[in-house]
């Protein structure tokens, strides 16, 4: 009896955990578009005050580019194509006649335009620029010093302009250095052949079954076609669905698209299939899993030591200021596993059941950002640290104790940060899977 009320409880808490997804998109459907998401900042919760004396004096930060146009041309061209030859054939409903409409409208307007900055996503790092500034106005007050590096990527070049041009605006006496070399790609866009091929590895044995398991078109399928039964014998449904998904998502990275809405081609079920989809495709690419041998996140081992090294620095300056890093969610995601925060260091082999312990769409919406906020407090020498998650306060690993949540004394933080990198397991794969 014992064991079956154990049995029942455990189910009852992963169902309501399983929930939680699914009320996340009841609420707002468009964070199921995961990668693709709109930085949510319409409704941030308020920051804890710092403990008294205390005040913010240096951020060390890494955040990813804006929103943006797609990067692959067959996300914009695949559906055009097939809903074309469906109209060809007479195939297509009135409402399928409307998706292919407005399918040609959004391709031509991504004509050389692919993974550029969209409009949206400058305007999201000109917020982040104004809340940073209003929020820490120590820390970018008088002669601060701000040293910005972008990856060699332009849309992430213009997220960086974008940004440290609010802050100097907000304060002309600040000095502000921009870079982006391919110097500094070590750490900032690291390519690491390892976790390469690990990822490769895993992917290419799982992404079938995963997309069997995920992707159904039933739905899409009726609402698009007259003869679903043609449909399924002449088309790539389960392609066409994919492709119309991530078109329909990124709809909100565009002004003139805004308004546009293709969620009727998808049920909340749908939507939850297809973001298991990419969540578990993601926890390949970024996660601790053993299937991966526990490696992949420290593909990011040298973005952590110099988020360490550039705080040393800062901290035996004195000065205040900022270094600001703008590149990628593929780096976000692995950088937040590898720290730790708010439990996203989960590994498990059963990534067919992520829904409820890993969820990647909380991290990395465009212009996702880790912020890390320092202070000091006259007379001691006792470091404080809060660390931010896309501007809301995060939580490190239990093992980093604290009296003072949501801030960590620093002594903590750097100790427990040299110990995960200490750990970095020992991984040798034959050259050939490698590259």
């Known amino acids: 009896m014992k064991k079956l009320l154990l049995l029942i409880s455990v189910i009852a808490i992963a169902l309501a955990a399983s929930a939680g997804t699914r009320d996340d998109f009841k609420a707002g459907i468009k964070a199921s578009a995961n990668n693709l998401q709109a930085y949510p900042d319409s409704i941030l919760p308020r920051l804890t005050p710092a403990p008294a004396g205390y005040k913010p004096f240096y951020i060390d930060h890494y955040g990813r580019h804006g929103s943006r146009w797609l990067i692959n041309p067959k996300q914009y061209a695949m559906p055009v194509e097939q809903l074309a030859k469906a109209d060809s054939a007479g195939k297509l409903t009135p409402r399928g006649r409307e998706v292919l409409a407005m399918l040609r409208t959004v391709k031509d307007a991504s004509h050389k335009r692919l993974g550029e900055l969209s409009d949206v996503g400058a305007e999201q790092h ?217 439990g996203m260091n989960y590994s498990s082999a059963d990534i067919d059941h992520l829904t409820d312990r890993w969820q990647s769409y909380k991290v990395f919406p465009m212009a996702c950002n880790v912020q890390w906020v320092f202070y000091r407090k006259p007379g001691s020498n006792d470091i404080l640290v809060k660390i931010l998650l896309n501007e809301r306060e995060a939580r490190l690993p239990a093992q980093v104790a604290t009296d003072c949540a949501p801030y960590y004394h620093w002594r903590d933080v750097r100790r427990y940060m040299l110990g995960v990198l200490a750990a970095k397991p020992h991984v040798t794969l034959p050259a050939a899977e490698a590259k």
């Open 126 to 342: 000109q917020r982040i620029a104004r809340r940073m500034y209003a929020n820490f106005p120590e820390v970018f007050a008088g002669q601060a010093t701000v040293d910005a590096k972008s990856t060699i990527v332009i849309r992430c070049i213009l997220s960086m302009l974008n940004e440290v041009e609010v802050l100097k605006s907000l304060n002309p006496a600040m000095h502000i250095t921009t870079d982006a070399s391919e110097h500094d790609m070590y750490y900032m866009n690291y390519t690491d052949d390892t976790a390469n091929g690990l990822r490769r590895a895993l992917l290419k044995q799982r992404r079938d079954s995963v997309k069997r398991a995920y992707v159904h078109p039933a739905h899409m399928l009726s609402v698009l076609f007259t003869d679903t039964a043609w449909a399924s014998r002449n088309l790539d449904c389960k392609d066409l669905m994919i492709n119309l998904w991530d078109v329909n998502g990124n709809m909100q990275s565009h002004h003139q698209f805004e308004k546009v809405d293709l969620y009727d081609l998808f049920t909340l079920d749908d939507a939850m299939g297809m973001w298991n989809y990419n969540n578990i495709s993601w926890y390949a690419l970024a996660g601790f899993t053993p299937l991966t041998r526990n490696y992949v996140p420290y593909m990011e081992s040298n973005l952590l030591r110099d988020f360490i090294g550039k705080a040393d620095t800062a901290l035996a300056s004195g000065r205040n200021g900022a270094h600001l890093r703008f590149g990628h969610e593929s780096v976000v995601l692995p950088l937040v596993c590898l720290m730790g925060l708010n």
